[in-house]
């Protein structure tokens, strides 16, 4: 790691060279990008996080969040809309 203040075009230059000559450099980002491509992206969780909002139940003594048993339903027609649960 190198100061931001202090490095001057010839560091910058050689440790752009070693990122891009280094093949551990690719072979830890293609690794990286498998991982994210088995997950969800945040905007396939939307749907799945709002119903599980209005699923839980609250903590002992938390009368802050909703109780069991009432329905959740979008505020908007969008996929990304809030939720309200009532």
Do not use: Y
């Amino acid at each position: 790691m190198h100061d931001g203040a202090t490095v001057d075009a010839a560091t910058i230059r050689e440790s752009v060279q070693q990122l891009l000559t280094e093949p551990g450099f690719a072979e830890a980002a293609a690794t990286l990008r498998a991982e994210m491509a088995d997950r969800p992206s945040p905007a396939q969780l939307v749907t799945e996080l709002e119903k599980l909002s209005c699923q839980g139940e609250a903590p002992p003594g938390d009368h802050s969040r909703r109780q069991p048993g009432r329905v959740c339903t979008s505020t908007l027609s969008s996929p990304r809309s809030a939720s309200i649960c009532r």
